[in-house]
C-alpha cells in the first residue's frame, strides 16, 4: 500500500494549481498506483524523484480525495549552497495518440526564496507543516536537510480558470540548478504523474 513519491506529486500538483483560483473545479484521478513516472528519454543525469527525497521516514494514507502525511522527507539531491534552484511546471494533454503542450506553463526562477512565504501556495499545502522549518530556512533542499512535519492532509481538487482541463493529462515538473556563475549543475530532475482531470 505504501507508495512513498504520491504525496510528493500531489504537493506538487497543489503548489501549481493553487494559483489558479476562482474557477471550475476539477478532480485528477491518478492514472498509476505508483503515481509518477519517470520523464520520456531521460538522459542518466537527470533524476526522478528518488533524486530529490528520500521519502522512506515518511507515510500516507489515502482515500484518493484526501491525502494524510505524516513523517519527514530528507534532501537527497546534490546540489550546492547557493545554489539558485529553477522549477517548471507544464501540463501535456493526450489527443490522438501523442502529448501536446497546453497554456499551462509556469516557471519559478528561484524555488528557494520563496519556499516559507505564507502567501505562496506551497506554504499553505506543504510548507507550513514543517515543522523545524525555522533550522532548515536557510538550507532549502540542499541534500540532508531532513522535513519534519506535523501529519496533515492534501486533497485533490484543484480550480482552473479559462480551459477546459478534462481527460487524460500529464503534470511534468523539472527542476534545475545553478551555481553563482549561472552555470547549470550536472544533474536535474524531472517528474511526471500521469493521470485523467474530472468535473468536480
Ligand atoms: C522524523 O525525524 C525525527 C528527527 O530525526 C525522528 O525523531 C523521527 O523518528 C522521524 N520520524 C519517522 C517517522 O521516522
Known sequence: ???????????????LF???SSATKYKFLLENEDIFTDCPNKPSNVHNI??????SEGTFETDFVTVL???????????????????????????????QPTVFNINVRDFCSSL????????????????????????CILPGTKFIHEPFNVDLLFEARGLTLIGRHKLVYTFKAFDTNGV?????????????????
Do not use: A, H
Open 1 to 15: 500500500m505504501w507508495t512513498p513519491p504520491k504525496f510528493v506529486y500531489q504537493v506538487l500538483i497543489l503548489i
Open 18 to 20: 493553487g494559483r489558479q
Open 50 to 55: 528518488n533524486g530529490v527525497f528520500d521519502t
Open 69 to 99: 502525511f505524516t513523517g519527514n522527507l530528507t534532501c537527497v539531491w546534490n546540489i550546492q549552497p547557493g545554489d539558485r534552484i529553477q522549477m517548471t511546471f507544464e501540463i501535456k494533454r493526450f489527443d490522438r495518440g501523442s502529448w
Open 116 to 139: 516559507y512565504e505564507e502567501e505562496q501556495y506551497w506554504y499553505k499545502y506543504w510548507s507550513k507543516y514543517i515543522i523545524n522549518k525555522e533550522q532548515v530556512r536557510e538550507k
Open 184 to 200: 547549470e549543475r550536472e544533474t536535474s530532475i524531472c517528474l511526471e504523474i500521469l493521470g485523467e482531470f474530472q468535473r468536480e
